[in-house]
């Protein structure tokens, strides 16, 4: 199973402070290993999050955000009954 590596695989300017990202996708995503090289806010707008790190799990769905600090986690993503999956994206550094 191939890495994650966020936000350094997205298509944006890794060299600012701050990088936002508008994340959609059409398919479910189960328990995809992910590697953050920053501190994430996750804005969950369609579907449901799950996540998991060395210190807990945590079932989110999109009335809902996540604060993730950087490192491994695993994360699931699965699908709104409209068939989509969407979150905003904050990445940043200390």
């Known amino acids: 199973m191939n890495i994650q590596h966020l936000p350094n695989d ?3 300017d890794i060299k ?3 990088q936002i ?3 959609h996708i059409t398919s479910s995503s189960i ?3 992910v590697m953050l090289n920053k501190h994430v806010f996750s804005f969950l707008l369609e579907g449901t ?3 998991i790190t060395q210190d807990k799990g945590v079932i989110i769905n ?3 955000f996540l604060l993730i600090k950087s490192g491994n986690c695993l994360m699931t993503e699965n699908l709104s009954e409209s068939n989509e ?3 905003v ?3 940043f550094n200390d």
């Open 10 to 12: 997205l298509n944006i």
């Open 16 to 18: 600012s402070e701050v």
């Open 21 to 23: 990202f508008d994340y």
């Open 31 to 33: 328990k995809n290993k």
């Open 49 to 51: 999050k799950e996540l």
């Open 62 to 64: 999109n009335n809902a």
């Open 85 to 87: 999956y969407r979150s």
């Open 89 to 91: 994206l904050f990445f």
